[in-house]
């Protein structure tokens, strides 16, 4: 049965509200388009790198200090190799903060 129009607004009849429905596969769901996986990795990839870089900076440091920096090869060399991690890092940071606002 129908329910009756009430004074504040119109009540629409279940009959009427379901002939308009959409079918749900026209439509991604939040879950559809969120990865998950990929924002939980690219996160721990950022904060990894990130944790990395601060250890071999130290590392230089403590060599820095006690003078033994440009002559420890093995040293100067770990302060080169990881030249790239920073724009890995940062991009990985950047798909973590546009996977979370796409979550929206």
Do not use: C
């Not at 996986?37 to 006690?66: E, H």
Request: hydrophobic letters at 50%; zero cysteines.
């Amino acid at each position: 049965m129908d329910a009756p129009a009430s004074e504040e607004g119109a009540t629409i009849p279940a009959r009427e509200v379901n002939a308009f429905r959409l079918p749900r596969r026209l439509f991604k769901t939040r879950q559809e388009n969120f990865d998950i996986p990929l924002l939980y990795y690219s996160y721990r990839i950022m904060v990894g790198l990130g944790t990395i870089l601060i250890a071999i900076m130290a590392l230089s440091a403590f060599f820095l200090l006690r003078g033994r920096l440009y002559s420890t090869p093995t040293v100067l060399w770990t302060l080169m190799l990881p030249l790239p991690f920073p724009y890995i890092a940062t991009t990985a940071g950047w798909m973590t903060a546009e996977l979370a606002v796409s979550r929206g």
